[in-house]
């Protein structure tokens, strides 16, 4: 088991930034994916971005250059430092680990595949 925790989440204007951070704690040694997701009111759960147990990041399409995803293995902590935030960036932004047991990890990380463990998520807010 992974418990994960989100953090960072606010109200911005549009323009402005935000960096999130998940701590991660559990059997961290079994993380082999990490990854940031967004549900938006009335809408699917949808992916933002993923890493590597490598480092190798994967980004949705709209987040591409605003958005930066990083890990630091030594504090078991993931971030997302999100700049240039729009209006459509608002959000409930959830941090993932670890893709099932016999899937490999590139089928997490590119979003072809859920993860298993899920923090509550922390809200963004971006005002136009």
């Known amino acids: 088991q992974v418990q994960l925790v989100e953090s960072g989440g606010g109200l911005v204007q549009a323009g402005g930034s935000l960096r999130l951070s998940c701590a991660a704690s559990?059997?961290?040694?079994?993380?082999?994916?990490m990854g940031w997701y967004r549900q938006a009111p009335g809408k699917e759960r949808e992916l933002v971005a993923t890493?590597?147990?490598?480092?190798?990041?994967f980004y949705e399409d709209s987040v591409k250059g605003r958005f930066t995803i990083s890990r630091d293995n030594d504090k078991n902590t993931l971030s997302l430092q999100m700049n240039s935030l729009k209006p459509e960036d608002k959000a409930m932004y959830y941090c993932?680990?670890?893709?099932?047991?016999?899937?490999?990890?590139?089928?997490?990380?590119?979003?072809?595949?859920?993860?298993?463990?899920w923090g509550k998520g922390t809200l963004v807010t971006v005002s136009s």
């Open positions: 890493i590597s147990r490598e480092g190798n990041p």
């Open positions: 993932a680990s670890n893709c099932p047991d016999g899937t490999m990890p590139t089928m997490c990380v590119l979003g072809v595949v859920d993860m298993t463990y």
């Open positions: 559990g059997n961290i040694y079994s993380i082999n994916a």
